[in-house]
């Protein structure tokens, strides 16, 4: 097993058992989504031989760092918000929010024939179930249930249910109890399954069944992999919603001009979203997900992939101005109080709707529910939905909920085994590979000015003048490195952010490093550990006996000295983690962490050459490998690199089912302009690249 294998698999037990020991006080108090994530995180590996703590000194540096990010981004948006007087000033921020929304998701995709197919029909006492299939793309089948009322005598307003997080899907019983009491009320409801839960597993093993974990972890894998290629789950979800509403307004049954959408949790995101790319609802529901941005990032909770779009918070959008795309149509926001969706998130994004609304004429059209329980679509929040739309539509003005049946999941199948995949389904990896190759064909190699170009625009990298300014921290001693004594220094890349270097030699120091010890240096940026890898790395043993040549390793921000502690305990190796927390922000901040992950080891190089040393020998191992092949593209202080265990190229993982690298080692957009081959080649050429054990798509097991 190698060494961050092991360490992986420590950080995952330790995780693991933090959440069994928090359900050994009873699962059922927890949420859906939390029992979710203790089955998947129980389902890791136990490392059998546990390592002692690497330095962990700026724990929180990371969080800290994005929480004022992420402040300053909501500070924007408020303000432009205050800054509306009139009815036409927020007609235009209507206006305004569309549009940006548009770029946040992308262009909608080509509508394609549905090709849709009733495959049962159940007959009930009020109403009928019809199980059906339909293609959102060409062979990507969307498992659905239509629930009929009985004796329509002319069109009937019309609600697409979207689903939460559950293993079961549109059979869940909180998401068969809205459907149920929609349809005793008179409307006609689409409820379908989302990707990855239901009938819809996308990775699915011979049993049928996700070989990866239902939900969360099925969004994750095939979500963060779509980056590379420019797509984006949150778009990819939206659209099956999209999809559904154009086959419900097939149906004769329906009145088009009375249509909602509501849905829980996950469902509540997809609500929220679908408000801001499909113009055609006329009412919209959300439960359990509408906050703020903000208070999410503050309280350490992390989302799923299509929870976190790309570039939302860089367009300065938050929750509310999703819902503020449908203005002045009625829009109810369902909260719970005791949810971990922030109640006081939502209350503030009502508010800013509130004043949205009065000012185009239309206060009574929001509304705020506040349930008094946990996180959940309950009876409360399903009855608050009910008089809502009712009120919307003037159906009728009851309100409370009737008596329900639920069905067994297999009446609702809509396929023979309960599975997409056993009717020829395409996977959503299978489209991700697709385009993957569809832009190697389309891309041409890149080399010189115009590969970092392309680098330099992808990663968004900053250029900043002068030497960074650094701290000098107290020597810890005992640490067993190669050589006899260690200094550290933390370099301060950006406000908030330091890199730690530390300087290996045989002379003990306490002050800068000596200005006269020559141009030659060698800089190690780690995998994970700069402290553990001291002890451990080959390399590190090597370089530290070249003569002539000064040792330093680097700890990029995120990793070794500032590996965050934060989200869940000893969660930074977890799917769901702290780890794939930040990246998942800087992705919405439009800011790839790996760039500025890349972006602190320029300014690393920066402050060695201040320090006098202008031939740098960059060795990059595993993770680190990627932000120093890039720096190496643009310091003219490298003049050689050596890459251990370096990635071969993102095209790898993209045309893979499965893989092994984390979010943030992944670039959006990236197979759109340029694959690692391109830098590899450049370095080869211009630096003497030598590369050690290369890595494929599932890292050290490649």
């Known amino acids: 097993m190698s060494d961050s294998k092991q360490s992986i698999d420590r950080f995952e037990d330790l995780s693991r058992r933090s959440f069994i020991q928090r359900g050994g006080i009873g699962l059922a108090g927890l949420s859906l989504l939390e029992n979710l994530v203790i089955q998947e995180l129980s389902a890791a590996p136990t490392a059998s031989h546990p390592k002692p703590e690497a330095l962990n000194r700026f724990p929180r540096m990371v969080q800290e760092y994005f929480v004022r990010r992420v402040r300053a981004q909501e500070a924007k948006t408020i303000q432009r918000l205050d800054a509306l007087k009139t009815k036409a000033d927020a007609e235009e921020y209507v206006r305004f929010v569309q549009k940006r929304i548009r770029e946040a998701f992308g262009p909608n995709p080509e509508r394609t024939a549905l090709n849709a197919r009733i ?26 249930n239509l629930y009929l009322p009985k004796d329509i005598k002319q069109p009937a307003p019309a609600v697409v249910g979207t689903c939460g997080h559950s293993h079961n899907g549109k059979a869940e019983t909180a998401y068969q109890s809205f459907s149920q009491g929609l349809a005793k009320k008179g409307y006609v409801v689409l409820i379908y399954d989302p990707i990855g839960q239901g009938e819809r597993v996308q990775y699915s093993g011979d049993d049928l069944k996700s070989t990866i974990g239902v939900g969360v972890r099925e969004h994750l894998h095939g979500g963060n992999q779509q980056y590379l290629v420019g797509e984006n789950l949150a778009m990819w979800r939206a659209w099956d919603g999209i999809r559904a509403l154009d086959y419900l307004l097939t149906r004769k049954e329906v009145d088009p001009k009375r249509v909602g959408v509501t849905g829980n949790s996950g469902g509540g995101t997809m609500t929220t979203w679908l408000c801001g790319v499909e113009p055609r609802w006329t009412m919209a529901a959300p439960s359990c997900f509408v906050t703020t941005f903000r208070r999410n990032m503050e309280n350490e909770l992390p989302a799923d992939t299509e929870q976190c779009p790309p570039k939302v918070l860089a367009l300065e959008l938050d929750h509310a101005d999703f819902l503020a795309a449908q203005a002045p149509n009625p829009v109810r926001i369902l909260s719970k109080e005791r949810d971990y969706f922030d109640v006081r998130g939502a209350r503030e994004a009502y508010l800013r709707l509130k004043r949205l609304y009065k000012l185009l004429g239309k206060a009574e059209n929001v509304s705020h529910f506040v349930g008094p329980t946990y996180h959940g679509y309950s009876q409360e929040n399903r ?13 009728s003005d009851e309100t409370k909920e009737p008596e329900l049946t639920i069905e067994k999941d297999e ?9 997409v995949a056993d009717v020829g389904s395409k996977p959503i990896h299978h489209f991700t590979a697709h385009r993957s190759q569809e832009l190697a064909k389309q891309r041409k190699p890149k080399s ?21 300014d650094y701290r000098i921290l107290r020597n810890r001693g005992g640490k067993n490195y190669p050589l006899k004594n260690t200094i550290t220094y933390a370099i301060e890349t950006e406000p908030g952010i330091q890199a730690i270097v530390y300087r290996v030699s045989d002379e003990r120091l306490y002050s800068r490093p000596p200005q006269d010890a020559g141009k030659q240096a060698t800089l190690y940026i780690s995998h994970v550990s700069s402290d553990t890898e001291l002890k451990e790395e080959p390399l590190l043993k090597k370089a530290s006996q070249e003569k002539g040549r000064v040792l330093y390793t680097c ?10 502690d934060t989200t869940s305990p000893n969660s930074f190796f977890t799917p769901y983690g702290s780890d794939y927390f930040y990246a998942a922000h800087a992705v919405m901040l439009d800011d790839p962490y790996l760039g500025q992950k890349t972006f602190d080891v320029l300014r690393v190089l920066n402050w060695l050459s201040a320090n006098g040393h202008t031939d740098i020998h960059l060795i990059g191992r595993g993770w680190g490998a990627l932000p120093a092949t890039f720096a190496a593209l643009f310091s003219p202080q490298v003049k050689r690199v050596t890459l251990k265990n370096a990635l071969t190229s993102f095209s790898e993982i993209a045309e893979t089912e499965h893989y092994d690298w984390p979010l943030s080692t992944l670039i959006p957009n990236v197979l759109t302009t340029f694959d690692m081959p391109d830098c590899y080649a450049e370095l080869k050429v211009s630096k003497g ?4 054990s290369p890595w494929g798509a599932k890292g050290a097991d490649s």
């Open 119 to 144: 495959t049962k029909t159940t007959d009930r006492n009020t109403y009928t179930i019809k199980n059906i299939t339909f293609e959102s793309r060409p062979g990507f089948l969307v498992t659905a």
């Open 383 to 395: 009855e608050a939905m009910y008089e809502w739309f009712n009120l919307a539509s003037g159906i």
């Open 411 to 419: 009446t609702l199948w809509c396929t023979p085994k309960g599975s």
């Open 448 to 468: 010189g000015a115009a590969l970092m170009s392309a680098v330099a625009e992808t990663l968004r990298l900053k250029h900043v003048e002068g030497t960074p």
């Open 555 to 564: 700890d990029v921000r995120g990793i070794g000295e500032s590996l965050p």
């Open 689 to 692: 690249l030598t590369q050690i």
